[in-house]
Every structure is written in C-alpha cells, then in structure tokens.
C-alpha cells in the first residue's frame, strides 16, 4: 500500500543551523507530496506542496524538492529559528484519491 | 471567513458515554474529512462527505462512531460508549475540489480523554 516514512525525532537545533528532515514515500503511482507543520496545541497547516517530479515546494524559507528516482521530499532550511520549533508531517495524495497519507511527524526544537 | 473551525478544542469524559464534536467548514466547500490523530503519530484518515454525502469509512471507524453533514455544511461526529482507546485528537478537514491536487485546511482539533 501507499506509506510515507520520516525520521524519527526529536531533531534539536541551534537557532540559525541548517535543518534536513528525511521523508521517503511508497506508492503506486505519482501522487502528490505535501509538509504540513502543527505547532503546539495548534492543527494542521500546509508548509508546501509538490504536484511532480522534479518540482521544489518552498515557504517561508523551508523547501523540499519531490525525487522521483529516490522517492523522497526532504524538508531543508538553511537558518532555523526558535519560532520554527514544532512537529513537521510529510504526506502524499494519489491522483485518484482524496485522501492524505501521513508519516508519523517529526518534532523539531530549536535551541536559542 | 476564519477558516476551519472545531468546537469543543477539549472534552474529558468517562468511559461509556456518548460524545459528540462540531465542524464548520470553511464556507463553500464540498469536501470534508475527518482524521484521527493518536499521541506521536501522524493523522489517520477516518472518513469524508462530498456536499452531504458520506462517500468512505475507513476500518478505523468502528460501529460506535457515527458522521453526519446534513445540507452538506457543518458536520458532526459521534462517538458511542467511548473507550479509552478513543482517546486522541480528532482533526477535521475541508478542501474545495477543483482538481485532484486541492489543499485540505485542518482545524484545531478536539482532544477527547477519556477516563
């Protein structure tokens, strides 16, 4: 079946450090990939979006680059900041489908 | 309009009773979805309504739990004789489809515990 994999966190940073996030997905076909970020005792918002292979998603400084050959969407920043601090999720969507397919998140703290 | 919006954010209650959580989508929308999110995991697809229809359950969504979107506008779920394995977060969605690739907005959530 269709399955998203991130690495396990937490993930503790330096303000102004470079962060990398893993995410690997397996799926059937080309689906669309997404990072949403959840601050705490906050829901779900949309960081950025890939729709295929090859696109780069970015805002607010992060970005992520959807690898077809690799099957991955890595989450990059080159500077984090404290206000950055919060459990990312990466998730696919088939073509077909209207349903997301989350990984299990990754909290990332970052440290004055 | 200020997005999606759940209401109660918390709700506690004993083990055998009934609860029910509200979800007012963002305004036009025709798609909403629910989704179940356990401590450290990522949120788990429960169900979704197309305008008033109620078109998927997933097998996460036992007997005990119920949807609802009458007139195909705010929605309500129902959990029956709670558990305490239903304690989580329960996220709900709203999306306007115009292609496959639409953007689904998350509320806040309700956490339920149940005690």
């Known amino acids: 079946g269709n399955s998203v994999t991130q690495m396990e966190g937490p993930v503790t940073l330096s303000e102004e450090a470079f962060l990398t996030i893993n995410c690997t997905y397996t799926?059937?076909?080309?689906?669309?990939l997404f990072w949403y970020v959840q601050y705490p005792g906050e829901g779900l918002q949309l960081l950025l979006k890939a729709t295929k292979a090859d696109d780069k998603g970015s805002n607010k400084g992060f970005e992520a680059t959807y690898r077809k050959e690799t099957t991955s969407f890595h989450l990059e920043k080159g500077s984090v900041q404290v206000s950055d601090s919060a459990v990312y999720f990466c998730a696919l969507l088939m073509d077909s489908s209207y349903k997301l397919i989350f990984g299990s998140g990754t909290r990332l703290l970052v440290r004055p | 309009d200020t997005g999606v919006s759940q209401d109660p954010r918390h709700k506690i209650t004993k083990r055998g009773q009934n609860v029910t959580f509200r979800c007012d989508p963002i305004s036009e929308h025709n798609r909403l979805y629910w989704y179940r999110q356990t401590l450290g995991q990522g949120p788990e697809f429960l169900t979704y309504f197309q305008n008033e229809a109620q078109l998927e359950k997933s097998r996460l969504l036992s007997d005990r739990f119920s949807a609802e979107r009458p007139k195909g506008s705010f929605s309500t779920l129902e959990i029956q004789r709670t558990e305490q394995g239903d304690s989580a977060m329960y996220l709900c969605?709203?999306?306007?489809?115009?292609?496959?690739?639409?953007?689904?907005?998350f509320g806040q959530g309700t956490r339920l515990t149940v005690v």
């Open positions: 799926a059937t076909g080309y689906p669309s």
């Open positions: 969605a709203s999306s306007l489809v115009r292609d496959m690739n639409t953007e689904a907005f």
